[in-house]
Nanobody, 123 residues
């Protein structure tokens, strides 16, 4: 099993930046993927982006492509989500997720989840 804890959320103005962190503990997999999802009030959880450890391939939703970057520090068992040029529509609770399978935008395919960290972008 894997435990995930997000941090780094907060209140920022439109156009600003934030870096979220996801600390992982417990069992991990050599071929696992790490992803970020978000859920705004009254909406369903949606895919933001993901990174695969083997090869470091990434995938992003079109809504954040070019603005958000996912990276990982293996020594710290931590994955990051660098968010730039933030927009009010980015406001949501951001969740870190992990899977032993291939990365996918399908929420149901992800096995492990953190509790989330709130990001609020003011306009």
């Amino acid at each position: 099993q894997v435990q995930l804890v997000e941090s780094g959320g907060g209140l920022v103005q439109a156009g600003g930046s934030l870096r979220l962190s996801c600390a992982a503990s417990g069992r991990t997999f050599s071929n696992y993927g790490m992803g970020w999802f978000r859920q705004a009030t009254g909406k369903e959880r949606e895919f933001v982006g993901a990174i695969r450890w083997s090869g470091g391939s990434t995938r992003y939703d079109d809504s954040v492509k070019g603005r958000f970057t996912i990276s990982r520090d293996n020594a710290k068992n931590t994955v990051y989500l660098q968010m730039n040029s933030l927009k009010p529509e980015d406001t949501a609770v951001y969740y870190c997720a992990a899977t032993a399978n291939w990365i996918t935008s399908n929420t149901r395919r992800w096995e492990y989840w953190g509790k989330g960290t709130l990001v609020t972008v003011s306009s």
